[in-house]
Nanobody
Framework: QVQLVESGGGLVQPGGSLSLSCAASRNIFSIMGWYRQAPGKERELVAVITSVGIRNYADSVKGRFTISRDNAKNTVYLQMNSLKAEDTGVYYC?????????WGQGTQVTVSP
């Protein structure tokens, strides 16, 4: 079992920035990252990063969001810049290892004037 503790999120105006972090109880050869779910929509990939730093971003966030991780702290970070209203949703930390998937509890990100 893996526990994930998320922090960050909140309310920001369009064009603003927010950062998220997610600490895992363990981190060996895992893929970590973030998915989000907007009201009435399915959960979608935002960004993921492997234990060796290979990154994958959704097209909608490329150039605006940056994912990083600190393996010593078992923590993944998401820096979100130039936020748009369509970035609003609940952001879930993702942890994948050898076919097992774990999710964080979710943190709300709201982009609104």
């Amino acid at each position: 079992q893996v526990q994930l503790v998320e922090s960050g999120g909140g309310l920001v105006q369009p064009g603003g920035s927010l950062s998220l972090s997610c600490a895992a109880s363990r981190n060996i050869f895992s893929i970590m990252g973030w998915y989000r779910q907007a009201p009435g929509k399915e959960r979608e990939l935002v960004a993921v990063i492997t234990s060796v730093g290979i990154r994958n971003y959704a097209d909608s966030v490329k150039g605006r969001f940056t994912i990083s991780r600190d393996n010593a702290k078992n923590t993944v970070y998401l820096q979100m810049n130039s936020l748009k209203a369509e970035d609003t949703g609940v952001y879930y930390c993702y942890y994948g290892l050898r076919g097992d998937v774990y999710w964080g509890q979710g943190t709300q990100v709201t982009v609104s004037p």
